[in-house]
C-alpha cells in the first residue's frame, strides 16, 4: 500500500493538501497526530493516538489516492457526515460528477481490511521520538527501511530537509 496525496479539510482545525508524497512525510503543528489518526482510520486503521471527535466535532473531509496491489483508488472519505459516527466512503468517481464506482469501493474496502499489516504505511507519533537531537538521526534509519513513513513531530520542531522527506505544516 502507498498513500500517493492526501487532503485533509474540517471547519476550524484542518486544511492542507499533500501531493506527491515522498518515502517520508513529516507532518508539524498542532493537528500532526490527529492528522496521521485520520490517515490511518481512511486505510482501515482504527487504533487512533488523538480523539478526533473531540476537534470540529469529529467532522473531516478527506481525500486520499492510495495504491494497493497495482490498482490506484482516489479515495473520499466523509466522517461524521450527518451525525457523530455516519462515516461514508466512496472510491473512483467518475470526472466531473457525483457518481462513483461501487465496485472499486467494495475492492479497496475489501482490500484494505485484508491486507498485511507489514505492507502498511509506518505511522510514528510525537512519544516516539524523544529528544530534539535524535529525531534526524532516527529519520535517517527510517529512510532506509522501504516503507513508507508518516510522522508527526511537534511544532516547535524545525522543519528537516532530505530528499526523502515532504514537510507538512498542519496547525
Known sequence: MKINSVSITSLTSLDFELKGAKP????????????????????????????????????????????????????????????LGDNRIAVNFHPDSIEYSEEDTREFLKKRNEINKDNRPVFIYPSALGERNNVT???????????????????????????????VFVN
Open 24 to 83: 517520508i512525510t513529516i507532518f508539524r503543528g498542532k493537528h500532526s497526530a490527529l492528522a496521521l489518526d485520520l490517515i490511518r482510520e481512511v486505510i482501515g486503521e482504527s487504533n487512533s493516538n488523538t480523539n478526533p471527535n473531540n476537534v470540529d466535532n469529529g467532522h473531516f473531509i478527506i481525500h486520499t489516492d492510495v495504491d494497493m496491489d497495482g490498482k490506484s483508488y482516489s479515495v473520499c472519505y466523509i466522517r461524521s457526515a450527518d451525525f
Open 137 to 167: 538521526a532516527f529519520i535517517r534509519a527510517l529512510s532506509g527501511a522501504g516503507r513508507q513513513v508518516f510522522l508527526a513531530i511537534p511544532e516547535e520542531f524545525s522543519e528537516i530537509e532530505h530528499d526523502n522527506i515532504t514537510n
